[in-house]
C-alpha cells in the first residue's frame, strides 16, 4: 500500500504562484507513474500533469502548459507540481496519485490517492 500526502496548499491572487509537493510512503516511488488531477466544486476529476517512473517523459493538460511544472525525486520519494500565473479557473482541490500502469491521462489507471489540497486563486 503506497500512502500519499500533498501539501503547499493556500490562497493566492492571479498571476502568481504555488508549489504543491506529494510525500510517498508505503512503497517505492520510482515504481510508479505520479499524477496530479484537480476537482473544483461540481466538477468532475480532471488530469492536471504526470511524470513517468524516471521522470523523463511528462504530461499535462492543455490549460497548463507552459505554466505548471511536474517534477519528481525518487531517492526522497516526492513529486512536485510547480504552478506559475495561476488563473481564477484554476481553483481546484489538487491530488496527487499513484499508477502501477495504463494511460497516465485517466484517472482510472491510479490506484493510490492523497486527501487533495486546495487552492484558490481570487481575480
Known amino acids: 500500500q503506497v500512502q500519499l500526502v500533498e501539501s503547499g496548499g493556500g490562497k493566492v491572487q492571479a498571476g502568481g504562484s504555488l508549489t504543491l509537493s506529494c510525500a510517498a510512503s508505503?512503497?517505492?516511488?520510482?515504481?510508479?507513474?505520479m499524477g496530479w488531477f484537480r476537482q473544483a466544486p461540481g466538477n468532475v476529476r480532471d488530469f492536471v500533469a504526470a511524470?513517468?517512473?524516471?521522470?523523463?517523459?511528462?504530461y499535462y493538460v492543455d490549460s497548463v502548459k507552459g505554466r505548471f511544472t511536474i517534477s519528481r525525486d525518487n531517492a526522497k520519494n516526492t513529486v512536485t507540481l510547480q504552478m506559475n500565473d495561476l488563473k481564477p479557473e484554476d481553483t481546484a482541490v489538487y491530488s496527487c496519485?499513484?499508477?502501477?500502469?495504463?494511460?497516465?491521462?485517466?484517472?482510472?489507471?491510479?490506484?493510490?490517492w492523497g486527501q487533495g489540497t486546495q487552492v484558490t486563486v481570487s481575480s
Open positions: 508505503g512503497g517505492t516511488m520510482r515504481s510508479y507513474v
Open positions: 511524470i513517468l517512473r524516471g521522470g523523463g517523459s511528462t
Open positions: 496519485a499513484a499508477s502501477g500502469g495504463g494511460s497516465a491521462t485517466y484517472a482510472s489507471s491510479y490506484s493510490y
